[in-house]
C-alpha cells in the first residue's frame, strides 16, 4: 500500500491514478506532473480518433453487409463496435479492458488464419487478409495501453472530474 501525496488516499502500488483526486501516480505513491486531460471536453487524442473513426466504419460496413442479406451475426456485430465506441466515449476502464481482450483474441485468430492458409498452399489471398486481421487489433491494443488515452479516457468518467480544482 501506498499514499498519495496530493490528497493523503491509501492506494495500491499498481494503481495508475489516485481514486480520489485523479493525480496520477508513479511506483510509491507518489504524484507526478503529467499534462492530464482536466476537463471532460478535452479533445481526443489522435489515435482515439482514427480507433474511434475506424470502429464506426467497420459498424457501417456490418449494417450493409446485414441490409444486402447478410445474416443477423453482422447487425448483432454493429451493436456491438457503436456499444463499444460509446463505452470508448465515456471513459469506461472496463470497456478498454474488454475491447483489448477482444482484439488478443483477433490477433490469435489471425496468427491461426495466417497459418492455416499458408499450410493449405492458398497463396497469399488469405494471409493479407490475417496480417490486417493481426495489425489492426495489435493497433488497438497500443492505442489503449498509451498513457495519454488513458488519462484522456479517465478524465471523461464521474471520477475523473472531482476533485480537480484543490
Not at 13 to 42: D, I, L, S, Y
Not at 100 to 126: D, F, H, N, P
Request: aromatic content about 10%; glycine content about 12%; proline content about 4%.
Amino acid at each position: 500500500m501506498s499514499r498519495c501525496k496530493k490528497c493523503g488516499t491509501q492506494t495500491d502500488t499498481e494503481v495508475v491514478f489516485c481514486p480520489r483526486c485523479g493525480a496520477q501516480m508513479e511506483a510509491g505513491g507518489q504524484p507526478t506532473e503529467t499534462k492530464a486531460f482536466r476537463h471532460r471536453n478535452a479533445p481526443a487524442p489522435g489515435k482515439v480518433k482514427f480507433l474511434l473513426g475506424a470502429m464506426a466504419a467497420l459498424a457501417i460496413l456490418d449494417v450493409g453487409f446485414f441490409a444486402t442479406g447478410g445474416g443477423w451475426t453482422s447487425l448483432f456485430f454493429a451493436a456491438v463496435k457503436v456499444a463499444l465506441i460509446i463505452g470508448v466515449l465515456k471513459g469506461s476502464e472496463g470497456v478498454r479492458i474488454i475491447v483489448m481482450g477482444l482484439a488478443a483474441l483477433s490477433m490469435i485468430y489471425g496468427i491461426v488464419l495466417v497459418i492455416a492458409a499458408l499450410s493449405m498452399g492458398l497463396g497469399m489471398r488469405v494471409p493479407v487478409f490475417g496480417i490486417l486481421s493481426i495489425a489492426w487489433p495489435a493497433y488497438m491494443i497500443w492505442c489503449l495501453r498509451c498513457r495519454d488515452v488513458q488519462e484522456w479516457m479517465f478524465s471523461r468518467t464521474t471520477a475523473g472530474q472531482m476533485d480537480w480544482d484543490s
